[in-house]
């Protein structure tokens, strides 16, 4: 493999930033699964908000978490309460997924500002998105505030859960395996109105060596 041509390279120290039109290191580590995480505050106000950093930790058993820039109202609820849905975002339902991501007062239902329908979980408080084809109930294992290597806190929340119920659209299980091209997912990118869809066209298969 040849060496790269140092000249051909943008190096640079996040520190001292990046000298780019828009910071590279979201689009560099995407396309993110989006966390569209609906809650409910102990006083019963529904909450619903996307979170662009989301992921799947752990198989057994199976943790996901997405990180809060601020301690936003969503944080706050899962504390209160140690109870968060995950909701798949789809193509159809990217719209709505955006007009959840909306700055208003807590009192606000998101569920009624997107044109949504909360759905009852079976084993947490906070309802699932009844229109997302896919949803994930989650009990919290931990929040965590995040820190740089100096060991100064940032304004940045973690939050992990546990996955106690799982919910899946039958139409999405071909032969019972789970298809994800056919369910649309969105994914976040790195530009400030960027997102990607899945589809059959980007599927290859590739097995681990025995």
């Known amino acids: 493999m040849a060496t790269p041509d140092p000249t051909s390279i943008h190096s640079y120290q996040p520190r001292n930033g990046h000298g ?15 966390g569209w995480i609906s809650t409910q505050s102990a006083a019963g106000a529904l909450n619903l908000a996307p979170y662009s950093f989301f992921n799947a930790f752990n198989y057994v058993p199976p943790i996901v978490g997405f990180a809060s820039i601020g301690y936003k109202d969503t944080v ?23 007009q959840s991501c909306a700055a208003v007062p807590p009192e606000v239902n998101e569920f009624e500002l997107a044109g ?47 996955v106690v119920a799982i919910h899946i659209d039958k139409a999405l299980l071909k032969d019972g395996i789970y298809d994800t091209a056919a369910a649309g997912h969105i994914l976040r990118a790195g530009g400030p109105a960027d997102y990607f869809t899945v589809g059959p066209e980007q599927l290859f298969k590739m097995y681990r060596p025995r």
Do not use: K, Y
Not at 20 to 34: C, E, K, Q, S, T
Not at 76 to 98: D, I, Q, Y
């Open 116 to 162: 949504l329908t909360p759905l009852a979980s079976t084993q947490v408080a906070p309802p699932r998105v009844a229109e997302s084809p896919v949803s994930f109930e989650c009990r919290r294992t931990q929040i965590l505030q995040l820190q740089g290597v100096d060991g100064v806190q940032v304004p940045t929340w973690l939050v992990l859960g546990e």
């Open 76 to 98: 706050r609820n899962v504390e209160a309460t140690g109870e968060f849905v995950w909701n798949l975002a789809t193509r159809s339902l990217a719209e709505a997924m955006n």
């Open 20 to 34: 780019l039109p828009h910071d590279p290191f979201n689009a560099i580590v995407g396309p993110r699964p989006i």
